[in-house]
């Protein structure tokens, strides 16, 4: 079956433009995670969507960053104001909650690599 | 403090060996998971193994095992007989809390290169 995915896959953009990276995650999948990687490092947690709603946005960085996943499925992290700093991998993983569920593992997409000129 | 503490940056292994990925963990809670990813060049991101905090036996996964010790708050990564297609940045995570749902915290990773 069809995993995570994420558009674009790269995108090249100049300080101060606005971007937004989309994420389609697997079928069925409630929950949606987006972290962002930078070189070198893990990847770190910005936000996680249970169905439409936001359960948690304590990893956005300010409020340049926002999220929306506004019928449970496709989800879009939108930039603002883009700055050098906010270059990195963007990842996006969905996991099916189940109760009793002994782990849920996230499954990640292939991440859009942002560049910021 | 760090979540999640992988001390080694790079490991080399020779074909057909094992090696040993070391991660160290911080939490107050109870309940918790422990993940390991592989993630290839490519860029993605491969779930590999996963143990409970309250599981009493370690996990295994084929030629992925993990030694969890509890007391000691370390959940290594063992990969026997090392194939070249090993070679990877390895991610050690926890997910705290009962709720299954709950973020990752990832380490800073460990590149491993196999050696033919």
């Known amino acids: 079956g069809a995993g995570v995915s994420q558009t674009p896959s790269n995108k090249v953009t100049e300080k101060g433009k606005y971007v937004e990276l989309r994420c389609d995650p697997i079928s069925g999948h409630t929950a949606l995670y987006w972290y962002r990687q930078s070189l070198g490092q893990g990847p770190e947690f910005l936000i996680y969507?249970?169905?439409?709603?936001?359960?948690?946005d304590s990893g956005l960085p300010n409020d340049r960053f926002f999220a929306v996943r506004p019928e449970g499925s496709v989800s879009t992290l939108k930039i603002q104001r883009t700055e050098r700093g906010d270059s990195a991998v963007y990842l996006c993983?969905?996991?099916?909650?189940?109760?009793?569920?002994?782990?849920?593992?996230?499954?990640f997409g292939p991440g859009t690599r942002l560049t910021v000129l | 403090a760090q979540k999640i503490t992988q001390t080694q940056p790079g490991m080399f292994v020779q074909e057909k060996e094992a090696v040993t990925l070391d991660c160290t963990y911080d939490?107050?809670?109870?309940?918790?998971?422990l993940f390991w990813y592989k993630q290839p060049s490519s860029g993605e991101m491969i779930f590999l193994i996963y143990?409970?905090?309250?599981?009493?036996q370690n996990a295994t996964e084929g030629r992925y095992s993990l030694n969890f010790q509890k007391a000691r708050k370390s959940a290594n990564l063992v990969i026997s007989a090392s194939q070249l297609g090993d070679s990877a940045m390895y991610f050690c995570a926890m997910r705290e809390g009962e709720y299954t749902g709950n973020q990752f915290y990832f380490g800073t990773g460990t590149s491993l290169t196999v050696i033919p």
């Open positions: 993983a969905s996991s099916q909650i189940i109760a009793g569920g002994s782990y849920n593992e996230q499954f």
């Open positions: 939490t107050s809670d109870q309940s918790y998971g």
């Open positions: 143990q409970g905090s309250y599981d009493e």
């Open positions: 969507f249970q169905g439409t709603g936001a359960a948690d």
